[in-house]
């Protein structure tokens, strides 16, 4: 079972500016824009490692949404993304 987690969360640096976020990433010397469900994708992850479904399930409640494989799709190529960006890593857990 392939989960995702966060990787250097902590020494991000978070800025908002209504509802949009700017993250400086230490590590790179960059700085992403994210939208508030970008940012609550990271802050999940760094709660704990969680797998695809589950993420999107606590989106979907977190947001009021309905998830469906367009969203669900959505959310893997963000996930994608972060980690080409180095914000989240893969890690394999036992079911």
Same mark, same amino acid.
């Given at each position: 079972?392939?989960?995702? %987690?966060?990787?250097?969360?902590?020494?991000?640096? +978070? !800025?908002?500016?209504?509802? !949009?976020?700017?993250?400086? &990433?230490? !590590?790179?010397?960059?700085?992403?824009?994210?939208? @508030?469900?970008?940012?609550?994708?990271?802050?999940?992850?760094? &709660?704990?490692? =969680?797998?695809?479904?589950?993420?999107?399930? @606590?989106?979907?409640? #977190?947001?009021?949404?309905?998830?469906? =494989?367009?969203?669900?799709? &959505? +959310?893997? %190529?963000?996930? &994608?993304? #972060? @980690?080409?960006?180095?914000?989240?890593?893969?890690?394999? @857990?036992?079911?």
């Amino acid at each position: 079972m392939v989960c995702w %987690r966060t990787t250097g969360f902590s020494s991000l640096r +978070i !800025e908002n500016w209504d509802g !949009e976020f700017t993250v400086f &990433q230490p !590590e790179s010397g960059k700085t992403h824009f994210l939208n @508030e469900m970008g940012l609550k994708i990271l802050s999940i992850l760094d &709660q704990s490692p =969680a797998t695809l479904d589950s993420l999107c399930r @606590e989106l979907s409640e #977190y947001f009021t949404l309905l998830p469906d =494989a367009h969203f669900s799709a &959505q +959310i893997a %190529r963000t996930l &994608q993304r #972060y @980690e080409a960006l180095g914000l989240v890593s893969k890690v394999k @857990e036992s079911a």
